[in-house]
């Protein structure tokens, strides 16, 4: 069974099925024990048969912070609600061998509210960060950066998009309100801050964070940033913890721009460049 997974083929289908209905046969896992909100990610995913996809299946069940999902082989779909950052999922899913994309994002419970991405990426470090509106008054952030040093780096977004020299021109975080620096559970803090992302010995971290700072619309054109140190979270007396946590220069950046809501990427084939999904990554 395990060859018979690793052996997948196929091409992307349209993407046309209702919520409604796809979520009507999904499969619920054991009791999520994070209490990040979860999300709904949509995968493209090249199963060939019946049998492919219920190995996607269990393999699902058995991850924890996985709520809901489901999966239909004709259309080369998975759908899966988690707490989990939807790259850890996509993970977990391309060690089977296979090519997965990532299709769109959101509240499965609502209607797509928005949704953006900033792709990171120097020649040490990469990664994508991305952004769900959850509701009208809070929006969830995921990261996932590789290439970090071990230990704390601050997160945050700047209030231009000009990240020149990897933002050596990005002196400001986002900051409409005009409050000092803090943490984004804060009351009163810069709309930008977004804590810490914390990378393993790996030099992998994976980060969720909520913030009711501002809205998804408002930050598309700005850019993210990760920083060198960590953030002290404007609780230290000084003025470089009011303005900037302290966090030290920028180590990778990028523009934010709007990405898709679930159901609202049916591309098969770029009109560009005439690859397919599965090819895209390739061409250049």
């Known amino acids: 069974m395990r060859n018979k997974l690793l052996a997948f083929v196929g ?20 009791a999520n024990k994070n209490k990040m909100s ?18 996607i299946s269990k393999l699902l069940d058995s991850m924890e912070g996985v709520e809901e999902h489901t999966e239909d082989w004709k259309k080369q779909l998975v759908l899966v609600k988690a707490s989990l950052t939807s790259v850890q999922v996509a993970e977990a899913l391309e060690q089977t061998g296979k090519q997965v994309r990532i299709r769109g994002l959101g509240n499965q419970d609502k209607a797509n509210l928005g949704a953006a991405v900033c792709i990171l990426q120097t020649k040490e470090t990469k990664g994508v960060v991305r952004f769900i509106q959850l509701s009208e008054e809070r929006v969830l952030v995921e990261a996932t950066v590789h290439g970090l040093s071990e ?33 984004p ?28 700072h501002f809205s998804v619309p408002e930050i598309i054109g700005r850019s993210i940033g990760v920083t ?20 030290g220069r920028i180590l990778v950046c990028g523009v934010i721009a709007r990405s898709a809501g679930l159901f609202q990427n049916p591309k098969k084939i770029c009109l560009c ?3 397919t999904i599965w090819e895209e990554d390739k061409v250049g």
């Open 151 to 183: 230990g704390k780096h601050g997160l945050h977004i700047y209030k231009t998009g000009n990240i020149s020299n990897n933002g050596e021109l990005l002196s400001a975080h986002y900051n409409p309100k005009e409050y000092n620096h803090g943490h």
């Open 38 to 55: 979860s999300i709904t990610v949509e995968y493209a995913l090249n199963m060939n048969s019946k049998e492919d996809e219920e190995m």
């Open 273 to 275: 460049s005439g690859a």
């Open 228 to 247: 060198e140190a960590a953030d002290d979270l404007g609780k230290e007396d000084n003025e470089g913890s009011r303005t900037s946590g302290n966090s």
């Open 11 to 30: 091409v992307a289908a349209a993407l046309t099925l209702r919520r409604d209905s796809i979520f009507s046969a999904s499969h619920t896992t054991a």
């Open 185 to 212: 559970e804060d009351k009163e803090c810069h709309a930008g801050d977004l804590g810490n992302l914390e990378a393993g010995k790996d030099g992998k971290a994976n980060y969720r964070v909520e913030s009711s």
